[in-house]
């Protein structure tokens, strides 16, 4: 899922790629693009223009640490805000009451009855007891569907075959569940194809007689911009608790996700993502922001580095680079560096494209253990001036470390492929961020 918005957004910050800071002429274009590409997402355009400025005004003038690429600090700040957009913080349902209440609203099709057995499936794991109301006095199948669901999951489901009246349906259901020791009771209410007048007084009344501790609107992601316009006709008359999108494992753009909590101003607290009974997931703004700009883990990756990266001492190594001057002392320094921000295979896992590669590569911070014992063995003219090391120093540079030849030959190629490569993009004169990319 949103595939499409997170191939726009990645478009759109390559075009930061190679730039050494944030600014305005640079961010213009991607801002646009961004922008751009949250509208296609279906996101409203308000919230669209609302984000977009904020990443904006984060953006700018900010220093770009020598650790990671503009785009890589780009990709976090809209992370930040994709987060912030979907409200911080994941907020749970209230269970709360004897017997706790919850009552599901939503059109038809949206997928809510789906949703009362995936609910009624999670709060039984739980170890509570529960009761499913089939409260749809128009549609018999639909009570027939949830009894089938109800079956499938070993929850019991109330219902009045001959009873037209919701609220009646809705109070005899919570003295059924007083009696026969149920603690929470799932309402799921009737559904139509469109919006209308009766069947939102009915719900109001319903929700009026029976006080529940969570209502939760259930709307179907699919529906784009439709479901923004639901959400704010549901909310305004029952003034929900909670939004639960579904059929995010479909074809969506994932606006909804976006847009709906910024316009109503409700949390989203579940995503279902399939017709099995077990594909219900809480709700993460982090994790779906994430999941949006499908992007590896660079969030953590600049995170740690913002936490841990030394941009002193990469400034004066790139320094070093451009004046050619690039000697085992400042290897040794990079390599502590590297070794401060983490786990060497978690790193590396974070690039995006990276992960896959790695997956069967084992590398672990040992790995540096032999190259860092062969320079720590040098003398101080060798690690300034690598020129120095022959064939009888390397010899005793194997000796010392406790290494082999072979070990301190492939060493010495790789500082002169490194140093080769820092020559040509000297010339290319691409030198900020230069080293730190490499390592
Ligand atoms: P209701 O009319 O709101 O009660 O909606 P239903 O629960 O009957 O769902 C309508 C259709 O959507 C059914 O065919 C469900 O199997 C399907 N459905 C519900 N939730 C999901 C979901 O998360 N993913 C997918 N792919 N289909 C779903």
């Known amino acids: 899922m949103f595939d499409n918005l997170s191939t726009k957004l990645d478009r759109a910050i390559k075009t930061l790629k190679g730039q050494g800071s944030i600014s305005e002429i640079n961010v213009a274009a991607t801002i646009k693009e961004i922008r751009r590409a949250l509208v296609d997402a279906d996101v409203n355009y308000k919230v669209a223009k609302d984000v977009t400025d904020k990443i904006k005004e984060a953006a700018m003038g900010r220093d770009v640490l020598t650790a990671v690429s503009p785009g890589q600090l780009m990709v976090k700040i809209v992370y930040d805000e994709l987060t912030a957009l979907m409200g911080g913080e994941k907020q749970d349902i209230t269970i709360k009451g004897d017997p706790a209440v919850i009552l599901l609203s939503g059109l038809q099709g949206s997928g809510k009855t ?7 499936s999670f709060v039984k794991k739980q170890n509570r007891t529960v009761l499913l109301v089939a409260c749809d006095v128009y549609r018999p199948a639909a009570i027939d569907q949830l009894k089938v669901l109800g079956e499938q999951i070993g929850v019991e489901v109330y219902s009045e075959v001959e009873n037209k009246n919701p609220v009646e349906i809705s ?34 009344d319903v929700k009026a007689a029976i006080n529940p501790s969570e209502t939760l609107f259930v709307v179907d992601s699919m ?53 099995k009974m077990d594909a219900l997931d809480l709700f993460y703004p982090d994790r779906m922001a994430q999941r ?40 040794l320094s990079q390599l502590e560096q590297i070794k401060k921000m983490g786990n060497i295979k978690d790193l590396m896992g974070m690039i995006p494209g990276m992960s896959k590669a790695m997956k069967d590569v084992d590398i672990d911070d040992d790995a540096f253990k032999p190259v860092e ?57 691409q030198t900020k961020g230069g080293m730190a990319q490499m390592a």
Do not use: C, H
């Open 114 to 120: 789906t949703f009362a057995g995936k609910l009624a």
């Open 223 to 275: 529906t784009g911009q439709d479901a923004v316009n639901t959400a704010k006709t549901f909310n305004d008359r029952l003034n929900f608790d909670g939004v639960v999108l579904t059929k995010l494992d479909g074809d969506s753009r994932g606006g909804a996700a976006l847009s709906i909590r910024a316009v109503v101003e409700k949390p989203i607290k579940f995503i279902s993502t399939g017709e």
């Open 292 to 331: 949006i700009l499908g992007m590896g883990d660079v969030i953590s990756l600049v995170e740690r580095a913002q936490m841990q990266f030394d941009d002193e001492e990469a400034k004066r190594i790139n320094a070093k680079i451009r004046k050619n001057q690039f000697n085992f002392d400042d290897f």
């Open 373 to 429: 014992a062969i320079i720590k063995s040098m003398t101080r003219q060798e690690r300034a001036n690598p020129d120095l090391i022959n064939g009888s120093r390397k010899k005793r540079l194997a000796k010392g470390s406790g290494t082999d030849i072979q070990q301190v030959n492939a060493l010495m190629k790789q500082f002169d492929d490194m140093r080769k490569m820092m020559r040509t993009m000297n010339k290319m004169s």
């Open 171 to 204: 109070r005899n259901a919570i003295e059924y569940a007083k009696k026969n020791n149920k603690k929470v009771v799932i309402i799921d209410t009737a559904g139509r194809l469109a919006v209308d007048e009766q069947m939102m007084r009915e719900i109001e």
